[in-house]
């Protein structure tokens, strides 16, 4: 988890530096290119500033003082400390989430809880980047891209999305239109990751992160699952690789073991998400990104909804780092 504080906020091509102005960014809230009076002025009152105007195709928060040739500030400039990095990070304009989730019978208490939860982490990411955008990817042994690999429109849609996945999960189907049923415990998170990860329109100069959920193990191409023995197509490093790739950091709720799942014996769910998986390290580390305990979120010893925003606040405007 990183300091708070080591991170830079991107106004549309403002980095605020210790009460300095930097032009870091290239791109205005459209990510069409530029600065604009408007999205400036827009940008930096989610951020507590009163407005703020372009200058030299920067964006200047009303309080931050002109920058200098030399890229320095005025010294009475007056800047929130939350807005004001003492890191080395790399500024991050916009917020690109994709939820990936296992929605198997076991998952009804996790779907209920991002159902309840979605509200709170949409107001807070959209309270950083006004244009925050969240997807969804849904598996079993099969997977499902939802919404066709568009972003949701509003909280409602995706919320009730959460919803009628919640009440999926005591079908024991396929979530992909598969004609099987869900008859072993490993789960096709691979293939769902690599869906995430492939599938939709990631914008540059933006904070990738894929929040995964599920309470047991998975299986690497060329293995098979459920009872139509479904192919997975991936292996491990390759989504490691494409996840790093497209610096997609993978925040994972899972499981130590597989208690949950109705078919003996328990076994280490840990490789993958807690500890290597074949030499390469767990996608939550290997990405630079954290992992939690989904037994504490069904156990209500984990408040979900705080975890993911605690992630989405430590990320934001930090590098690209494994």
């Known amino acids: 988890m990183r300091d708070h504080h080591a991170r830079r906020i991107c106004l549309g091509g403002l980095a605020l530096l210790a009460a300095a102005v930097l032009p870091a960014c290239s791109e205005d809230d459209s990510g069409s290119g530029g600065c604009t009076d408007e999205s400036c002025a827009a940008r930096c009152r989610t951020l507590g ?7 030299a195709g920067n ?24 807005v004001v990095s003492e890191g080395d990070g ?84 396929e979530p992909g239109g598969d ?24 914008r540059d100069n933006a904070l990738h992160v894929i929040f995964h959920a599920t309470d047991d193990t998975f299986a690497e191409n060329p293995g098979t699952l459920g009872t139509s023995w479904i192919e997975v197509q991936h292996n491990y490093p390759e989504v490691l690789a494409e996840l790093r790739t497209r610096e997609i950091r993978l925040a994972a709720f899972a499981a130590h073991d597989s208690s949950d799942c109705a078919i003996p014996p328990v076994h280490n769910t840990e ?43 430590d990320e934001y405007c930090t590098p690209f780092i494994y």
Do not use: K
Request: glycine fraction near 10%; include cysteine.
């Open 179 to 202: 004609p099987g049923m869900n008859d072993d415990c490993p789960e096709n998170s691979l293939d769902a990751i690599w869906a995430g990860a492939t599938s939709f329109p990631w």
């Open 49 to 55: 500033s009163t407005g703020g105007r372009c200058s």
């Open 90 to 173: 790399t500024c991050i304009e916009n917020i690109d989430i994709v939820f990936v989730l296992d929605v198997s019978t076991s998952m009804t208490p996790i779907l209920q809880a991002l159902h309840d939860g979605i509200g709170d982490v949409w107001a807070y990411a959209r309270g950083i980047d006004p244009e925050a955008q969240f997807g969804l990817v849904v598996f079993v042994d099969d997977v499902l891209v939802t919404n066709g690999g568009n972003w949701y429109a509003t909280v409602d849609d995706i919320q009730n999305e959460f919803d009628a996945w919640r009440d999926f999960c005591s079908s024991n189907g």
């Open 59 to 82: 964006c200047l928060c009303d309080g931050a003082g002109d920058a200098d040739a030399d890229g320095g500030a005025d010294a009475d400039a007056d800047v929130d400390a939350d």
């Open 271 to 313: 490789p993958g998400f807690f500890a290597e998986w074949g030499g390469d390290p767990a996608l939550p580390t290997g990405t630079g990104a954290q992992v939690f305990d989904i037994q504490e979120v069904m156990s209500h010893t984990l408040s979900m909804t705080e975890a993911i925003n605690d992630v989405i606040l």
